[in-house]
């Protein structure tokens, strides 16, 4: 054996282990359902070429890298960390244990992708993979926002809070961060547009962001009352679909007519609550993890992307 091909003590050892651990078998799994050339493909042209200087690691690897610092909401130091300590993170990215990326590596990777506006091109890429799959968008969208925390303490090297983030109050909380509205199919629930704002931005005024335009009906909760009135929306010919205010369902006779059509409209707006669960509690995302709007905004952007693919995991294999 050859120093480049021979085989390490842990990556002996993993060999001869008799049980999978929950982490490679997520691992597999998101391994086979990312539409790895397509994202590739979308990176390659902001990637570095090989020339005089330091060779970088092979685009397949940094990329997998990032994935997988994505699906555990690892800081770029803890990523380095999980190379070392993991083999089945290596395995995952196809590094070896002699030939790791650094911090600073994974942090200018992710400096990259954000630099380029890649997160939401990669979202794209990923539903256009689910499209060619035969997971098509329907006629229906479902509409919706949730609160990002973001820190709102002063103890940094500014003195000061995150000045594209702002404070809104829910029910009787006031929350310090960010909002992440999403337009989800109705049908499916795979997330199809996104946008990102300061969580003091109300909900109706960004509705229209949401929608790809071949829709005829849009659900949304009382948030987005008057919607249909707003100038971007005229002329859609789209049949809102809003939720009555809590105060007022709550005094509509149980069983009747209008009852029964705000439960149907509940039913198909929980649709949209599936893109939310994966992104802040499978993927850990629940409170903004960088400064600005644009950085988070590029990492919930690929959650997202992720999230497609799991919702849709089923379906496709039906």
Same mark, same amino acid.
């Given at each position: 054996?050859?120093?480049?091909?021979?085989?390490?003590?842990?990556?002996?050892?993993?060999?001869?282990?008799?049980?999978?651990?929950?982490?490679?078998?997520?691992?597999?799994?998101?391994?086979?359902?990312?539409?790895?050339?397509?994202?590739?493909?979308?990176?390659?042209?902001?990637?570095?070429?090989?020339?005089?200087?330091?060779?970088?690691?092979?685009?397949?690897?940094?990329?997998?890298?990032?994935?997988?610092?994505?699906?555990?909401?690892?800081?770029?130091?803890?990523?380095?960390?999980?190379?070392?300590?993991?083999?089945?993170?290596?395995?995952?990215?196809?590094?070896?244990?002699?030939?790791?990326?650094?911090?600073?590596?994974?942090?200018?990777?992710?400096?990259?992708?954000?630099?380029?506006?890649?997160?939401?091109?990669?979202?794209?890429?990923?539903?256009?993979?689910?499209?060619?799959?035969?997971?098509?968008?329907?006629?229906?969208?479902?509409?919706?926002?949730?609160?990002?925390?973001?820190?709102?303490?002063?103890?940094?090297?500014? @003195?000061? %809070?995150?000045? $594209?983030? !702002?404070?809104?109050?829910? *029910? /009787?909380?006031?929350?310090?961060?960010?909002? +992440?509205?999403?337009?989800?199919?109705?049908?499916?629930?795979?997330?199809?547009?996104?946008?990102?704002?300061?969580?003091?931005?109300?909900?109706?005024?960004?509705?229209?962001?949401?929608?790809?335009?071949?829709?005829?009906?849009?659900?949304?909760?009382? @948030?987005? %009352?008057?919607? $249909?009135? !707003?100038?971007?929306?005229? *002329? /859609?010919?789209?049949?809102?679909?809003?939720? +009555?205010?809590?105060?007022?369902?709550?005094?509509?006779?149980?069983?009747?007519?209008?009852?029964?059509?705000?439960?149907?409209?509940?039913?198909?707006?929980?649709?949209?609550?599936?893109?939310?669960?994966?992104?802040?509690?499978?993927?850990?995302?629940?409170?903004? %993890?960088?400064?600005?709007?644009?950085?988070?905004?590029?990492?919930?952007?690929?959650?997202?992307?992720?999230?497609?693919?799991?919702?849709?995991?089923?379906?496709?294999?039906?």
């Amino acid at each position: 054996m050859t120093e480049a091909t021979q085989a390490t003590f842990a990556e002996l050892e993993y060999r001869a282990k008799k049980r999978k651990t929950r982490r490679e078998k997520f691992l597999e799994r998101m391994d086979g359902l990312v539409p790895w050339k397509e994202l590739e493909e979308a990176v390659r042209p902001h990637y570095p070429k090989a020339g005089r200087g330091r060779r970088p690691y092979p685009l397949s690897s940094m990329l997998r890298v990032h994935c997988a610092q994505l699906f555990y909401n690892l800081s770029d130091p803890a990523m380095e960390d999980m190379l070392y300590e993991v083999e089945s993170a290596r395995r995952f990215a196809g590094l070896k244990l002699s030939a790791l990326p650094d911090e600073t590596t994974i942090l200018n990777f992710r400096h990259l992708l954000e630099r380029h506006g890649l997160g939401e091109k990669l979202l794209s890429a990923i539903n256009a993979s689910l499209a060619s799959r035969g997971l098509r968008l329907r006629e229906g969208t479902v509409v919706d926002a949730s609160i990002v925390e973001a820190p709102s303490s002063t103890k940094n090297r500014s @003195g000061k %809070r995150d000045p $594209e983030m !702002r404070q809104t109050r829910k *029910g /009787r909380q006031w929350h310090f961060g960010m909002k +992440m509205h999403v337009g989800a199919d109705a049908e499916t629930g795979v997330a199809h547009s996104f946008a990102a704002t300061a969580a003091s931005e109300s909900d109706v005024a960004h509705a229209h962001r949401l929608l790809h335009g071949g829709e005829r009906r849009v659900w949304a909760d009382a @948030g987005y %009352r008057g919607v $249909e009135k !707003r100038p971007e929306n005229q *002329g /859609r010919g789209v049949d809102w679909r809003v939720a +009555m205010r809590p105060g007022l369902r709550r005094q509509l006779e149980a069983g009747g007519e209008a009852a029964l059509r705000e439960k149907e409209k509940a039913s198909v707006r929980a649709k949209a609550e599936h893109p939310f669960f994966y992104v802040k509690r499978m993927f850990g995302y629940g409170k903004a %993890r960088y400064r600005g709007l644009h950085k988070n905004a590029q990492r919930i952007a690929l959650l997202l992307g992720f999230a497609n693919l799991l919702i849709a995991e089923r379906r496709l294999a039906a």
